[in-house]
């Protein structure tokens, strides 16, 4: 397969859920594996808090800010008073950027609890079980893709002058079917122990 890979949890849980099985067939985007997630709901209600509170707090500083403007023109407050208001506001600006940055995070942090296909394809294997707490890190389930194969060959260095970049290439297969692949890519090195090179196609 030209698209393999592992998933691996990207958050902490127990496994509450596995919808599929080793040599099942999933379309992208089907939900593999459920993570309980009470700690990253919880932060997220936390999170959405956090940004409330600060945001009533920029509120605030800013209209204080916005009321000073006009008593520091006319000479009713001196500018120190102002100028503290108005990093009173730039600070609260700034709470208010990183409360909502912990925001996403926290809502990323959530989304890791369903674990989706990346693309369709085929399970080749399970590394968890139902129940298992799991870890950032940690693998989940394996599988390919089977819209795009390829064949790879190990190629003695005897025959690489033969082999051109319009050479096609066949394969035949345990039934007798052939198949001819007129494009193919041939590393630029050979394996140390055989001296052979990979023939991809």
Do not use: C, W
């Amino acid at each position: 397969p030209v698209d393999q890979g592992t998933v691996s949890a990207q958050t902490s849980g127990r496994i509450s859920a596995i919808t599929v099985d080793v040599n099942d067939v999933v379309p992208a985007g089907h939900l593999l594996i459920e993570i309980t997630n009470t700690s990253q709901t919880a932060g997220l209600d936390q999170a959405k808090a956090a940004v409330k509170a600060a945001e009533a707090r920029y509120a605030d500083a800013e209209r204080q800010r916005a009321r000073l403007v006009d008593l520091v023109k006319k000479g009713s407050i001196s500018r120190r008073e102002y100028d503290s208001a108005a990093t009173e506001a730039e600070a609260a600006a700034n709470v208010l950027k990183q409360a909502k940055a912990e925001l996403v995070r926290a809502g990323e942090n959530l989304g890791y609890t369903r674990v989706v296909a990346p693309y369709a394809g085929v399970v080749s294997g399970r590394h968890v079980s139902l129940g298992e707490t799991v870890n950032p890190g940690q693998l989940l389930l394996s599988g390919y893709a089977f819209e795009n194969m390829r064949v790879v060959a190990s190629l003695p260095a005897r025959y690489i002058s033969q082999l051109k970049e319009t050479t096609p290439l066949q394969v035949t297969f345990p039934d007798g079917q052939t198949l001819t692949l007129p494009q193919h890519q041939l590393f630029q090195f050979a394996d140390p122990a055989s001296h052979s090179f990979t023939l991809r196609a």
